[in-house]
């Protein structure tokens, strides 16, 4: 019974997968993955088509990061749970989506890009419609993570398709612009678009939303993604010997490397988030040695989760993936701790600060274009010495905000740091898209976005340490204090790999 238990999700995956097949293969002239190329003629780059049906399939996990914010209190109302109880629901989803975004990742490698991007649309539609029907607050939750099971697909499924689409081997700014631009937009409309929903139909229409949108993104995804080249699980399960299929599978996904990694984050987290009152010393040991054995095990497997041989060989990606995870410290201690300090020490209403909010999030969208052409003339590296800059520079000005700060200043110091975003963002996906292996693409981008969610997994300790149990301007300034040296370090990285490119280049 255990083992067929064991079985149930490559069975729902094996399911799902020959779904997707049969839907594709009624659709007459769909592409094959080597004829990809030829639908970029004459440049060789992916066609618009191609990105659209990617960049709906990636503004789901940036849009259900965000849009569940507003929504919390009514949760907590309804299910009857504390606040740090309703709040699992935005560490359950940061964790899931840490620990499946290179499992996706892999799966788009070993599967076809196109059939785990479809796949993960459906999951999401599936776990939206049960969330519906949750009869208490744990199965909420796991709904919850089983949506960060399913956006965690697109990106690494979409740039991988991307990248087997592209001929000419450089970073293409414009498409990784759009994409960029279509997260920026679905973090920065997601409390808007939530909490219009949520107050004239209830936290539920935050779920009920994502059907149609991921219906769309199927149909989109069939219609204009290019079809893969490798067997899909529906394929490979009609074999004889389907336990053997299982088990191949079950090795590729590297099971026990996924207990230590997650296990690392959860412990960690678990010691950081304690430090405010008690702290629980026992969970620092853990993590480490939960680290420890994540690195000793995935050097010797030959199909490791956490692919650290690659990395090992790859130092240039190491500190692609070490700068995103700053970045992303930076711009979640700041769309965190801003509302809780605009509605807790200057007094605003819920709305008001979201508003006040939509500088930060809203802004890269403008800056985005620059970057991209500043990164198709002169590379990452002038982008994110600019958006580094710019980041230490607004991490100072917060500085200054205090109770009597006119609105007009806090506004002003939202767009200092919000344009940042555009430049950081766009420039990091270009310098993974270069230094990235083209057949390791789909695991190194899952990698990638597990440095994003383990950035908002510290911001949010670093606000359990600076706040504590009570809102002051003075823990806003202390957060500042650390966003600037991390800002810092940033400005420092990025000009020393700069330098060292310009070296190798002359």
């Known amino acids: 019974m255990a083992r067929e238990r064991n079985h149930l999700p490559i069975a729902l995956v094996s399911a799902v997968s020959g779904f997707v097949d049969r839907v594709a293969a009624r659709r007459g002239g769909r592409l094959d993955a080597s004829g990809a190329a030829k639908s970029a003629h004459p440049t060789q780059r992916p066609g618009r088509r191609l990105v659209g049906a990617v960049m709906a399939g990636t503004l789901l996990n940036p849009l259900n990061s965000s849009m569940i914010a507003v929504a919390l209190v009514l949760i907590q109302a309804d299910f009857r749970v504390s606040v740090a109880t309703a709040s699992w629901l935005l560490s359950g989803f940061a964790l899931a989506a840490a620990v499946a975004q290179p499992v996706m990742g892999r799966f788009a490698d070993l599967f076809g890009p196109r059939r785990i991007f479809c796949t993960g649309l459906l999951v999401v539609g599936m776990a939206s419609a049960l969330a519906l029907l949750a009869p208490a607050f744990g199965w909420l939750s796991a709904c919850r993570m089983l949506q960060a099971l399913g956006t965690s697909a697109a990106y690494p499924a979409g740039l991988a398709i991307m990248r087997a689409s592209d001929h000419q081997g450089q970073a293409p700014a414009g498409t990784l612009g759009a994409l960029s631009i279509a997260s920026s937009v679905s973090v920065a409309l997601g409390p808007v678009l939530g909490g219009f929903l949520a107050a004239r ?19 989109l995804a069939l219609g204009w993604l290019p079809a893969d080249a490798t067997p899909g699980l529906a394929t490979m399960g009609a074999s004889p010997s389907r336990r053997a299929v299982v088990r191949a599978v079950l090795r590729m996904v590297d099971l026990p490397g996924i207990v230590l990694f997650s296990g690392m984050l959860a412990s960690l987290l678990a010691f950081l988030l304690s430090l405010s009152g008690d702290p629980r010393w026992p969970w620092l040991p853990v993590a480490l040695v ?12 030959a199909e490791p989760f956490l692919n650290v041989r690659m990395l090992a060989a790859n130092r240039p990606l190491v500190g692609v993936y070490a700068q995103f995870a700053g970045v992303n410290i930076v711009f979640y201690a700041v769309f965190f701790s801003l509302p809780l300090w605009l509605e807790r020490v200057r007094g605003f209403e819920s709305g008001l600060a979201g508003l006040l909010l939509l500088p930060v999030a809203g802004v890269g969208v403008l800056a985005t274009p620059i970057a991209a052409r500043l990164i198709s003339r002169s590379g990452p590296g002038p982008a994110l ?24 200043v806090l506004l002003a110091v939202g767009v200092v740091l919000g344009i940042p975003n555009g430049f950081n963002n766009l420039g990091l996906q270009a310098a993974l898209y270069t230094q990235a292996p083209a057949h390791h693409m789909g695991a190194a981008s899952g990698q990638f976005q597990t440095c994003r969610y383990v950035g908002a997994i510290l911001s949010t300790s670093l606000l359990g340490l600076a706040f504590g149990t ?8 202390r957060i500042a204090s650390v966003l600037a040296c991390v800002s810092g370090l940033l400005l420092v990285a990025s000009l020393t790999t700069r330098q060292r490119r310009h070296v190798r280049g002359g």
Do not use: D, Y
């Not at 010495?385 to 007009?408: D, E, M, Q, R």
């Not at 009570?470 to 300034?477: E, R």
């Open 201 to 219: 139909a209830g936290w539920p229409a935050i779920f009920l939303v994502n059907v149609p949108i991921t219906a769309v993104g199927v149909l």
């Open 290 to 301: 939960a680290a420890a054995l994540l690195v000793r095990r995935e050097r010797g497997v």
């Open 385 to 408: 010495i600019t958006g580094a800059c710019l980041l230490t520079v607004g991490s100072l000005l917060l500085l200054v905000c205090n109770a009597t700060t006119p609105v007009l």
């Open 470 to 477: 009570t809102v002051t301007s003075h823990g806003l300034h």
